[in-house]
């Protein structure tokens, strides 16, 4: 069975810092990895995905996530937060090629960019 | 807009009631999810169709049924409701590229069990 851990429920920045929403899971098969944004009162939102291949992944929105084998972990960072980054941000496993194609989620960290 | 569309957005009922949700996943994808997301206990997977049929189960409780008709569209059913069962319930279809699936989720049905 898979597990995530999301080991921030909040983070406060200011507007123009840098930030790190950690994530780490354990499986014991080889796993998809996700992250999934949910602004206020709106549904979930695919931000960046790990499949295979690279292990840095890019959005469009400036996000970036590096698989970590080593350390089963998938951060989620941006270098610089924008007051419209406000959101919940969950990260989430599936196993790679598994009859189940079911997300696992983390409880969601709190991103809160402040002016 | 993620092409996933869920009905009603809100839903207020009393305890020991039953309610219907409802999703249509986009078009073209054969597969739906759903999950729930609760204070306490986060995003749960709850069972997911394909095609029809019933693919896999989750976390979900023998009082919630959930059915996909042929024209692919889901409707999940809660009965005997709980207070504990307050919540936001999200639907998801999916669409598989090579082996990868990548879900899309609806922008979910928020359900107040007073």
């Known amino acids: 069975a898979q597990s995530v851990t999301q080991l921030d429920s909040q983070v406060p920045v200011f507007e123009e810092a840098p930030v790190e929403l950690r994530c780490n899971y354990s499986s014991s098969v080889s796993v998809y990895l996700f992250w999934y944004v949910q602004y206020p009162n ?37 270098p610089s937060v924008h007051i419209s980054d406000t959101a919940e941000y969950f990260c989430a496993v599936s196993d790679v090629g598994g009859s189940q194609g079911n997300l696992i989620f983390g409880k969601g960290t709190k991103l809160s960019v402040k002016p | 807009d993620s092409g996933v569309t869920q009905t009603p957005k809100h839903l207020i009922t009393a305890t020991g009631q039953r309610v219907t949700l409802r999703c249509s996943p986009r078009s073209g994808d054969l597969s739906v999810y759903w999950y729930q997301q609760s204070l306490d206990q986060g995003l749960q997977f709850l069972i997911q169709y394909y095609n029809g ?7 979900i409780l023998e009082r919630f049924s959930a059915q996909q008709f042929p024209d692919l569209h889901s409707e999940l059913n809660l009965s005997s409701l709980e207070l504990g069962d307050s919540a936001l319930y999200f639907c998801a279809s999916s669409v598989t590229t090579g082996y990868v699936e990548t879900q899309y989720f609806g922008p979910g049905t928020r359900l107040l069990v007073l």
């Open chain 2, 53 to 59: 049929e019933e693919r896999a189960k989750g976390n």
């Open chain 1, 42 to 78: 709106q549904g979930l939102q695919l931000l960046l995905k790990y499949l295979s291949g690279s292990t840095l992944v890019e959005s469009i929105n400036g996000f970036e996530a590096e698989f970590n084998k080593s350390q089963t972990s998938f951060h989620l960072r941006k």
